[in-house]
């Protein structure tokens, strides 16, 4: 995997945020051959993706005759990133994900640090253990928090809010702005993270808020450049608490909503699933008191998320698996100890 790294190029302070995430699963029995997909796949990503590069798209899907001249699913992953970096094609992720990790705490030199891996809620049981592990987590500490975002390269945005929703004020989330302009909120109520439907919050995942709310609680939240899609989504929630401060250094930049369309084979033999994350929206409006070019307000595109507080270091130490989260760099720490010192809690 290449490491993600994109620097901002807007300064964002005492930000609220709004955003959004959607998954659409969609089977086609119909489909028999990687050609026959990538065909579906770019027609779909053209009505419906939001295209970043559209002078390189189209001259690389001429390239490969609207998808008829695709040969495998790697080389589709490819087209599909040039469009937008945050739509893909991949192997089953049901396949992929069969054991994910879930959150763990621990206590590092008076610290309280709670660890959130990237998790993507495929399974309802192990999805109800990580919310109720993290919400835990959460309950359990009294004083300070550092929740270490950084390394999570995403997955399922719900399973991380409604797991910290005891430090993130119920209400409007985000917005989602959809390519042809149509727009989507979101919010936290007591039910855990909803879209507005019908006039009323509808949550997708009925877990509900039964630890009491820890609004004026300092949490530092620890970011990296690997902190991506519904890590930054999740980081841009906390900010909607004024008692969260960023520390770090800018994240991967994967702000865009997707929608999955999965293509399944027939076939008994040889038979291949692949599941395309296609871009179709930019993730909210975020109010701002210093955003470059913008007055008050910016829509996300797969920008990066800036810090509060950067530091001279990556906030971790990386080994070969960018799912290893630990450790933290000591001097990330020394900066999240002397905030904790301070006597106000408001950035």
């Given at each position: 995997?290449?490491?993600?790294?994109?620097?901002?190029?807007?300064?964002?302070?005492?930000?609220?945020?709004?955003?959004?995430?959607?998954?659409?699963s969609?089977?086609?029995?119909?489909?028999?051959?990687i050609?026959?997909?990538?065909?579906?796949?770019?027609?779909?990503?053209?009505?419906?993706?939001?295209?970043?590069?559209?002078?390189?798209?189209?001259?690389?899907?001429?390239?490969?005759?609207?998808?008829?001249?695709?040969?495998?699913?790697?080389?589709?992953?490819?087209?599909?990133?040039?469009?937008?970096?945050?739509?893909?094609?991949?192997?089953s992720?049901?396949?992929?994900?069969?054991?994910?990790?879930?959150?763990?705490?621990?206590?590092?030199?008076?610290?309280?640090?709670?660890?959130i891996?990237?998790?993507?809620g495929?399974?309802?049981?192990q999805?109800?253990?990580?919310i109720?592990?993290?919400?835990?987590?959460?309950?359990?500490?009294?004083?300070?928090?550092?929740?270490?975002?950084?390394?999570?390269?995403?997955?399922?945005?719900?399973?991380?809010?409604?797991?910290?929703?005891a430090?993130?004020?119920?209400?409007?989330?985000?917005?989602?702005?959809?390519?042809?302009?149509?727009?989507?909120?979101?919010?936290?109520?007591?039910?855990?993270?909803?879209?507005?439907?019908?006039?009323?919050?509808?949550s997708?995942?009925?877990?509900?808020?039964?630890?009491?709310?820890?609004?004026t609680?300092?949490?530092?939240v620890?970011m990296?450049?690997?902190?991506?899609?519904?890590?930054?989504?999740?980081?841009?929630?906390?900010?909607?608490?004024?008692?969260?401060?960023?520390?770090?250094?800018?994240?991967?930049?994967?702000t865009?909503?997707?929608?999955?369309?999965?293509?399944?084979?027939?076939?008994?033999?040889?038979?291949?699933?692949?599941?395309?994350?296609?871009?179709?929206?930019?993730?909210?409006?975020?109010?701002?008191?210093?955003?470059?070019?913008?007055?008050?307000?910016?829509?996300?595109?797969?920008?990066?998320?800036?810090?509060?507080?950067?530091?001279?270091?990556?906030?971790?130490?990386?080994?070969?698996?960018?799912?290893?989260?630990?450790?933290?760099?000591?001097?990330?720490?020394?900066?999240?100890?002397?905030?904790?010192?301070?006597?106000?809690?408001?950035?």
């Amino acid at each position: 995997m290449k490491r993600l790294v994109q620097y901002a190029k807007v300064a964002i302070s005492a930000c609220f945020v709004l955003l959004l995430f959607s998954y659409v699963s969609v089977q086609n029995g119909n489909i028999t051959t990687i050609q026959e997909s990538a065909v579906e796949v770019i027609a779909y990503m053209n009505t419906n993706g939001i295209i970043n590069h559209p002078a390189e798209w189209r001259k690389a899907v001429a390239a490969v005759n609207q998808g008829r001249s695709i040969k495998s699913i790697p080389q589709l992953n490819s087209l599909l990133k040039i469009a937008n970096k945050h739509s893909s094609a991949i192997p089953s992720v049901n396949q992929q994900y069969a054991v994910e990790k879930m959150p763990t705490k621990r206590s590092v030199d008076g610290l309280t640090i709670i660890n959130i891996p990237s998790f993507h809620g495929l399974d309802k049981p192990q999805k109800r253990k990580y919310i109720s592990t993290l919400a835990s987590d959460v309950e359990n500490t009294r004083g300070p928090i550092v929740l270490n975002l950084a390394g999570n390269t995403g997955g399922d945005t719900e399973s991380m809010i409604d797991g910290l929703a005891a430090l993130i004020p119920n209400g409007l989330l985000w917005t989602e702005v959809a390519k042809k302009g149509k727009q989507y909120r979101v919010s936290l109520t007591k039910d855990g993270l909803g879209r507005l439907m019908g006039g009323s919050v509808k949550s997708t995942f009925k877990m509900g808020q039964t630890e009491k709310k820890k609004l004026t609680t300092k949490v530092a939240v620890i970011m990296d450049n690997w902190s991506a899609s519904a890590a930054e989504f999740t980081i841009m929630a906390l900010k909607k608490n004024p008692h969260v401060k960023l520390f770090g250094v800018p994240s991967a930049g994967f702000t865009s909503a997707n929608t999955g369309k999965m293509f399944h084979s027939p076939l008994s033999e040889n038979a291949w699933t692949i599941d395309t994350w296609v871009a179709v929206g930019t993730v909210g409006t975020v109010r701002c008191d210093q955003v470059s070019n913008a007055v008050h307000t910016h829509v996300f595109d797969n920008t990066p998320i800036v810090p509060d507080v950067w530091t001279a270091r990556a906030p971790l130490v990386h080994t070969d698996n960018p799912q290893n989260q630990w450790p933290i760099d000591e001097t990330v720490l020394v900066q999240v100890r002397n905030w904790f010192a301070e006597k106000s809690a408001l950035r």
